[in-house]
C-alpha cells in the first residue's frame, strides 16, 4: 500500500471524526480519512458490534469506498449494562447533559458504580469483506460531573488508570487509554492488510 487510499468514516458526529483523527493520526499510513455526507442509516441493532456494522455498510454503499465506523457508549454494570447502545439517546433529547442527569438519577444511593466506555470499530470494504472488534475501558460512574474536557459521559466516567474524571483528561491523555483507541488500534491492521 503506497499509494495514498481514501476510507470514509462514516460518522456525523464532529467530535468523533476530530477525535479519530488524533488518535489515528500517526498510524494511519496511506490512509486518508475522508469524511461522510451521506444518509445516517437506522441502528437497529441490539449490540454495539451490529450498529458499528450498519453504520460502515450504510457509507460503504453510498460511497463506493473502504468505511470505517463506530458505536460506542457506556455501560454500567449496576444498571445490566444500561444505557449501552442508547447512550446518546438514553434520555431521549439527544443532550448529553440531559443523559448525564439521567444516569446519576438513576445511580443516586448506589455503591457499585463500576462501569465501561465500550467502543466497537467496524470496516467495510467495498467488495463485501468486513470486520469488527470491541474494546472497553474500565472506570466507575463518579457522583458528580467534574472536568469541562471531552465529551458525552466524560465528565461522571473515572477510569481505573487515573485519579480523575476522562473530562480532567488532556485530549493526549485520553486518546493513549480510551476506548476508541483500543478499538481503532486493534482494527487497524487488519484494514492495512486488506488494503495492501
Request: hydrophobic share 40%.
Given at each position: ?15 468523533k471524526?476530530l ?38 455498510r450504510?457509507?460503504a ?20 449494562g444500561?444505557p ?15 443523559n ?23 470496516a467495510?470494504l ?14 466507575r ?20 488508570e ?15 487509554l ?16 486488506h488494503?495492501?
Amino acid at each position: 500500500m503506497t499509494e495514498a487510499v481514501q476510507v470514509v468514516l462514516a460518522t456525523h458526529n464532529e467530535h468523533k471524526v476530530l477525535e479519530l483523527r488524533r488518535i489515528l493520526g500517526p498510524d494511519l499510513g496511506p490512509i486518508e480519512l475522508v469524511a461522510y455526507d451521506g444518509p445516517e442509516p437506522v441502528e437497529d441493532g441490539e449490540t454495539f458490534e451490529e450498529n458499528a456494522l450498519i453504520k460502515a455498510r450504510a457509507a460503504a454503499r453510498h460511497t463506493g469506498l473502504p468505511a470505517i465506523a463506530d458505536d460506542s457508549g457506556i455501560a454500567v454494570d449496576a444498571l445490566g449494562g444500561a444505557p449501552g447502545i442508547h447512550s446518546a439517546r438514553y434520555a431521549g433529547t439527544r443532550r448529553s447533559e440531559d443523559n448525564v442527569a439521567l444516569l446519576l438519577e438513576r445511580l443516586r444511593g448506589v455503591e457499585d458504580r463500576r462501569a465501561q466506555f465500550v467502543c466497537a470499530a467496524a470496516a467495510v470494504l467495498p467488495g463485501g469483506t468486513e470486520h469488527v472488534v470491541r474494546a472497553e475501558w474500565p472506570g466507575r460512574v463518579l457522583e458528580a460531573p467534574a472536568g469541562s474536557g471531552g465529551f458525552g459521559y466524560d465528565p461522571v466516567f473515572r477510569p481505573d488508570e487515573v485519579e480523575v474524571s476522562a473530562a480532567e483528561l488532556t485530549p493526549e491523555q485520553k486518546d493513549a487509554l480510551s476506548h476508541r483507541r483500543r478499538a481503532f488500534s486493534a482494527l487497524l491492521p487488519w484494514l492495512h492488510a486488506h488494503l495492501s
